[in-house]
């Protein structure tokens, strides 16, 4: 089967940094996404990894270790509007994107 | 590039008829996605095209679903027979190429069956 593991719920203060954990299983695996959701809103595109390693769009960073089946979005400098909901999503062999089931982000001031 | 957009945005409707949802992608998007979400959880995969060609299908698909994109611009998912269970997101996303763990989203048509 096919499955993706992230956090349902994460809490963090408005300014600090916080990392959102993906582990994953698949049957074929070309590379990890991250997407950003507002309540009632789309998923908005974030990050890829490819290869293993970091890759850094401002203040959003995405990390890939194929060998551990493992990634994460490190997100810094944490504002009230980062509020929402992130998934990790494993483009497949056939091009098709699994996503997991999200990881709530509650930001505190 | 005025994005993806769907319509209707919404649609309610009584067990048992038939729907139909729209999709344009973003013009020069080649390949265009149907996603299904429910609460609390990620898109679930329906099927993919590729220009005209209707690559996949999601094997969990009820065979009530139907999808087109004929001359590889818009798209429709037309439901049948629908049933309570089909109430969720319809979401439909477009890709470039071979850029396609970048997808761009429309806002979803957000179906309530009664």
């Known amino acids: 089967g096919q499955s993706l593991e992230q956090p349902s719920e994460v809490t963090a203060v408005e300014g600090a940094i916080v990392q959102i954990n993906c582990t994953y299983q698949t049957s074929g695996f070309y590379g990890l996404s991250w997407y950003q959701q507002h309540d009632g809103g789309a998923p908005t595109f974030l990050s890829y990894n490819g290869l293993d390693g970091l890759e850094e769009t401002g203040r959003f960073s995405s990390f890939l270790s194929r060998s551990d089946s493992y990634g994460y979005l490190l997100l810094q400098e944490l504002q009230m509007k980062d509020s929402a909901s992130y998934f990790c999503a494993v483009m497949d062999s056939n091009y098709q994107l699994i996503w997991g089931a999200g990881t709530k982000l509650i930001i505190k001031p | 590039d005025t994005g993806v957009s769907q319509d209707p945005r919404h649609k309610i409707t009584k067990r048992g008829q038939n729907v139909t949802f729209r999709c344009d992608p973003i013009?020069?998007?080649?390949?265009l996605y149907w996603y299904r979400q429910t609460l609390g959880q990620g898109p679930e995969f329906l099927t993919y095209?590729?220009?005209?060609?209707?690559?996949?299908k999601s094997r969990l698909l009820s065979d009530r679903f139907s999808a087109e994109r004929p001359k590889g611009s818009f798209s429709t998912l037309e439901i049948q027979r629908t049933e309570q269970g089909d109430s969720a997101m319809y979401l439909c996303a477009s890709s470039l190429g071979e850029r396609s763990y970048e997808q761009y989203f429309g806002p979803g048509t957000r179906l309530t069956v009664t």
């Open positions: 013009s020069e998007h080649n390949r």
């Open positions: 095209f590729q220009n005209e060609a209707q690559l996949e």
